[in-house]
């Protein structure tokens, strides 16, 4: 959904430097489960007017009625899941001034690679402690659901050993820090965008060339 231009009224001058940097390019958010991509996402969205995309939203409307994201994984395993995944991922970066928020194992496929890569690709790097705190029992969280406190936390712990290397893969890596709130966290990340774009034209050059923006 395209953010209304009065939303961005209010927004802090750093916005407005991104949105001329991209040139029409998206953003595309990746990331441990729990990191906010979803919430970031939609505030970049609307300070920058641009389309908001949440891939699991998509994958869950495409779902039989009644069928969450958990149930599926539960039913037809984790390969069907990325399969599908995949296929919404292909659709949705077709949508020039999008902010994509995308699934924690998107990155685990390595054709999804050179899809996101039709922008420009922002890791959300949240401290392991924090994302423990966030997940909580892992409730709704097919990886984790079930858990409990102390496996949800060996779970993270394993993920992010076995993902971390392909979060690097990304164009920016925001860390996040405890006690930061949704709007300094914003900020923070779009700033760090903008600075990653200024310091790499041919990369952000790329991107715009790939997405036709």
């Known amino acids: 959904k395209r953010s209304e231009p009065a939303a961005a009224a209010a927004a802090d001058p750093a916005?407005?430097?991104?949105?001329?940097?991209?040139?029409?390019?998206?953003l595309v958010f990746v990331g441990m489960m729990g990191s906010g991509k979803s919430t970031l996402a939609k505030i970049v969205a609307d300070k920058i007017t641009y389309n908001f995309i949440?891939?699991?939203?998509?994958?869950?409307?495409?779902?039989?009625?009644?069928t969450s994201?958990?149930?599926?994984?539960?039913?037809?395993?984790?390969?069907?899941?990325?399969?599908?995944?995949s296929a919404v991922l292909s659709q949705a970066i077709a949508f020039?001034?999008?902010?994509?928020?995308?699934?924690?194992?998107?990155?685990?496929?390595?054709?999804?690679?050179?899809v996101m890569r039709s922008g420009v690709v922002v890791w959300v790097d949240v401290e392991e402690e924090e994302l423990v705190r966030r997940l909580g029992s892992?409730?709704?969280?097919?990886?984790?659901?079930g858990e409990?406190?102390?496996?949800?936390?060996?779970?993270?712990k394993a993920l992010m050993e076995a993902r971390g290397e392909?979060?690097?893969?990304?164009?920016?890596?925001?860390?996040?820090?405890?006690?930061?709130?949704?709007?300094?966290?914003?900020?923070?990340?779009?700033?760090?965008?903008?600075?990653?774009i200024e310091k790499n034209p041919p990369r952000a050059a790329a991107a715009a060339k790939a997405a036709g923006a």
């Open 166 to 196: 392909m979060y690097r893969n990304a164009d920016v890596r925001v860390r996040i820090e405890a006690g930061m709130g949704e709007e300094e966290t914003a900020l923070k990340l779009v700033r760090e965008v903008a600075e990653f």
């Open 15 to 26: 916005y407005f430097h991104l949105r001329a940097l991209l040139k029409g390019t998206s």
């Open 138 to 145: 892992g409730e709704g969280r097919p990886l984790v659901e």
């Open 69 to 85: 994201i958990s149930s599926f994984f539960a039913t037809d395993g984790e390969p069907a899941f990325r399969e599908l995944e």
């Open 148 to 156: 409990g406190e102390e496996g949800v936390r060996e779970k993270v």
């Open 96 to 114: 020039k001034r999008s902010v994509l928020a995308t699934g924690g194992g998107i990155v685990t496929v390595q054709q999804n690679w050179g």
């Open 54 to 66: 949440d891939t699991d939203s998509i994958i869950t409307s495409l779902l039989p009625p009644s």
